[in-house]
């Protein structure tokens, strides 16, 4: 671990998915009491740091995506009592907590958005947000023919005939970051959490919250949140202004102390663009989603380390390694595809039809963490991967509520598959996530992966993550190190982590389909799954190494 100001450097931090964690009221859905009453199976993990997605008042038109008071918490999770003492019980159990901030839109029920309807067009109301005539006749065409990322066009139009830009769903309107108000409402917002001790913000699409004020045409249609979202010159993702707002956003982080932080999701075109958000001045961390995008080939995450670690360097900044999260097919499912049937850097998605192997995909994430928990940095773990959970894909339609799955017109099923709430317990109603049904149906299969039924399982995959965890705290090697990449057979990854004293340690991981030999004068002290008979490494199997015999 790092010292405490630069804990950040080399966290394992652990998000919670607040409506599917643990329900204490049988309504179905995850709240704040049963995120403090799992707080101890967080602390006995080894994470060091917990990220909670929104909790605020919102109508759910996105999971909570979509905020209506960004200073208070919804009746559905709790009471802002329930967030204060979260945040003094994390800390009392030695672990930070991190929330998540949602700047480029509200939701349609914010008083922001409701005054700026009821004031009318040219309205101070109306320059929260980004309100524009329509084009064509009686302007009954959209302003732009920007596209939303969760399908269709990007602007509704309002009765007065005026229409507002939403790049997510309709009931989440943009902010304009144009307007000084905005941007000290979110210094305001920044301070209310941090004056309750919170010890970071994940920014919401950090890099979509500045827009191309000449409001041009894209000259095509096919923005998606699945997927890769093109390079700096777009009228709306990761233009150079938005690292302004960062800026500002630095020197109020600054007033309360250096061990604050935020993490920035932007899905970006390349580590170079990434690494902006992390200069000195700016952000702390950004999600690393190039290595979420990589194939399972050593020909393919290699460089994708490189360079990401390059980028990050340069200016100062650790890099972020992320495998799942809330937004993208469980990576046990990704790495389930069979052969080379990802697309090169478009690993976010598993198209329906897709052959699987489920058991690879799950041997090749039980690799990964390995190789993962091995790199420089901080590390983010979703919940449920440590269960080795694979992403739900024959949820009935009926119960599907990601967006994505009414705006495409049922085309795209969405998110809910990697949404489904935690199996904690072998039996009971939603297998211990709650007293009741679960908001979306566990498979029956989950009560074997409950924590239950894992809890001192040899060989069980969160027996793996909870030894990977206390052993990347002990050895100094570890997190913070350096890392220099050794001679590996064709197919392979096999590097060094030193920690400048002299102490090292071994990664090796075989991402081929035949064993590989791990070097001479080392001893295997954990591995991702048996060793093949004469010490050698499985294929889809990784292992950490000390000089010895
Ligand atoms: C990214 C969040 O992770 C996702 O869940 C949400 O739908 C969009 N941003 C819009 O807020």
Same mark, same amino acid.
């Given at each position: 671990?790092?010292?405490?100001?630069?804990?950040?450097?080399?966290?394992?931090?652990?998000?919670?998915?607040?409506?599917?964690?643990?329900?204490?009221?049988?309504?179905?859905?995850?709240?704040?009491?049963?995120?403090?009453?799992?707080?101890?199976?967080?602390?006995?993990?080894?994470?060091?740091?917990?990220?909670?997605?929104?909790?605020?008042?919102?109508?759910?038109?996105?999971?909570?995506?979509?905020?209506?008071?960004?200073? @208070?918490?919804?009746?559905?999770?709790?009471?802002?009592?329930?967030? !204060?003492?979260?945040?003094?019980?994390?800390?009392?159990?030695?672990?930070?907590?991190?929330?998540?901030?949602?700047?480029?839109?509200?939701?349609?029920?914010?008083?922001?958005?409701?005054?700026?309807?009821?004031?009318?067009?040219?309205?101070?109301?109306?320059?929260?947000?980004?309100?524009?005539?329509?084009?064509?006749?009686?302007?009954?065409?959209?302003?732009?023919?920007?596209?939303?990322?969760?399908?269709?066009?990007?602007?509704?139009?309002?009765?007065?005939?005026?229409?507002?830009?939403?790049?997510?769903?309709?009931?989440?309107?943009?902010?304009?970051?144009?307007?000084?108000?905005?941007?000290?409402?979110?210094?305001?917002?920044?301070?209310?959490?941090?004056?309750?001790?919170?010890?970071?913000?994940?920014?919401?699409?950090?890099?979509?919250?500045?827009?191309?004020?000449?409001?041009?045409?894209?000259?095509?249609?096919?923005?998606?949140?699945? !997927?890769?979202?093109?390079?700096?010159?777009?009228?709306?993702?990761?233009?150079?202004?938005?690292?302004?707002?960062?800026?500002?956003?630095?020197?109020?982080?600054?007033?309360?102390?250096? @061990?604050?932080?935020?993490?920035?999701?932007?899905?970006?075109?390349?580590?170079?663009?990434?690494?902006?958000?992390?200069?000195?001045?700016?952000?702390?961390?950004?999600?690393?989603?190039?290595?979420?995008?990589?194939?399972?080939?050593?020909?393919?995450?290699?460089?994708?380390?490189?360079?990401?670690?390059?980028?990050?360097?340069?200016?100062?900044?650790?890099?972020?390694?992320?495998?799942?999260?809330?937004?993208?097919?469980?990576?046990?499912?990704?790495?389930?595809?069979?052969?080379?049937?990802?697309?090169?850097?478009?690993?976010?998605?598993?198209?329906?039809?897709?052959?699987?192997?489920?058991?690879?995909?799950?041997?090749?994430?039980?690799?990964?963490?390995?190789?993962?928990?091995?790199?420089?940095?901080?590390?983010?773990?979703?919940?449920?991967?440590?269960?080795?959970?694979?992403?739900?894909?024959?949820?009935?339609?009926?119960?599907?509520?990601?967006?994505?799955? !009414?705006?495409?017109?049922?085309?795209?099923?969405?998110?809910?598959?990697?949404?489904?709430?935690?199996?904690?317990?072998?039996?009971?109603?939603?297998?211990?996530?709650?007293?009741?049904?679960?908001?979306?149906?566990?498979?029956?299969?989950?009560?074997?992966?409950?924590?239950?039924?894992?809890?001192?399982?040899?060989?069980?995959?969160?027996?793996?993550?909870?030894?990977?965890?206390?052993?990347?705290?002990?050895?100094?090697?570890?997190?913070?190190?350096?890392?220099?990449?050794?001679?590996?057979?064709?197919?392979?990854?096999?590097?060094?982590?030193?920690?400048?004293?002299?102490?090292?340690?071994?990664?090796?991981?075989?991402?081929?389909?035949?064993?590989?030999?791990?070097?001479?004068?080392?001893?295997?002290?954990?591995?991702?799954?048996?060793?093949?008979?004469?010490?050698?490494?499985?294929?889809?199997?990784?292992?950490?190494?000390?000089?010895?015999?």
């Amino acid at each position: 671990m790092s010292g405490s100001d630069d804990w950040w450097r080399d966290a394992v931090i652990y998000q919670v998915y607040v409506r599917s964690f643990a329900d204490t009221d049988a309504t179905s859905v995850g709240d704040l009491p049963g995120i403090r009453s799992r707080l101890p199976y967080l602390r006995d993990l080894g994470v060091d740091a917990v990220w909670v997605t929104p909790f605020y008042p919102s109508p759910m038109a996105d999971g909570g995506y979509d905020v209506a008071n960004y200073r @208070d918490v919804d009746p559905l999770f709790g009471t802002l009592a329930d967030a !204060e003492s979260l945040i003094s019980d994390a800390h009392d159990a030695g672990l930070r907590l991190i929330v998540d901030l949602v700047p480029n839109h509200t939701s349609d029920q914010h008083a922001w958005f409701r005054a700026a309807l009821a004031a009318g067009p040219g309205s101070p109301e109306r320059s929260r947000y980004i309100f524009r005539a329509g084009r064509g006749p009686g302007g009954g065409d959209p302003p732009t023919d920007w596209q939303s990322a969760f399908g269709g066009s990007a602007w509704q139009r309002v009765p007065d005939g005026e229409w507002y830009l939403h790049l997510f769903a309709p009931e989440q309107p943009d902010l304009n970051w144009e307007n000084p108000e905005v941007i000290e409402e979110f210094h305001e917002v920044l301070r209310f959490w941090l004056d309750r001790g919170v010890d970071g913000f994940r920014i919401d699409v950090a890099n979509a919250l500045k827009k191309d004020q000449s409001f041009p045409d894209l000259g095509h249609a096919e923005e998606s949140l699945l !997927e890769p979202v093109e390079g700096p010159h777009h009228p709306f993702w990761d233009r150079d202004e938005v690292h302004e707002i960062y800026r500002g956003w630095r020197r109020v982080i600054d007033e309360y102390g250096g @061990d604050r932080i935020f993490v920035a999701e932007a899905w970006v075109h390349s580590p170079e663009r990434l690494a902006c958000y992390v200069r000195p001045d700016e952000l702390h961390t950004a999600f690393n989603f190039a290595f979420l995008q990589a194939s399972w080939a050593a020909e393919r995450m290699r460089p994708v380390i490189d360079s990401c670690l390059a980028t990050t360097a340069a200016v100062g900044a650790p890099t972020t390694w992320v495998l799942s999260n809330h937004d993208v097919t469980r990576h046990a499912t990704r790495y389930a595809r069979l052969g080379d049937t990802a697309p090169p850097g478009g690993e976010r998605h598993v198209e329906p039809d897709v052959p699987l192997d489920l058991e690879q995909g799950l041997r090749r994430a039980r690799a990964a963490v390995l190789l993962t928990l091995a790199l420089p940095g901080s590390a983010y773990i979703y919940q449920g991967e440590e269960l080795g959970l694979h992403e739900v894909l024959d949820l009935p339609d009926e119960v599907l509520q990601d967006p994505v799955w !009414e705006r495409s017109g049922h085309k795209e099923r969405g998110r809910d598959g990697c949404r489904v709430p935690i199996p904690w317990t072998v039996d009971g109603p939603s297998l211990g996530f709650g007293d009741g049904a679960a908001w979306l149906p566990q498979p029956a299969s989950w009560s074997g992966l409950s924590v239950q039924a894992q809890t001192g399982a040899e060989g069980s995959v969160l027996e793996l993550y909870r030894a990977a965890l206390r052993l990347r705290r002990e050895q100094p090697a570890l997190g913070s190190g350096a890392l220099r990449w050794l001679d590996s057979p064709e197919g392979a990854l096999l590097f060094e982590r030193t920690d400048g004293r002299g102490a090292a340690t071994l990664c090796a991981v075989n991402l081929s389909a035949t064993p590989v030999s791990l070097p001479p004068g080392h001893r295997v002290f954990l591995a991702s799954g048996p060793l093949g008979p004469a010490g050698e490494l499985a294929p889809d199997t990784a292992a950490w190494l000390r000089p010895g015999q």
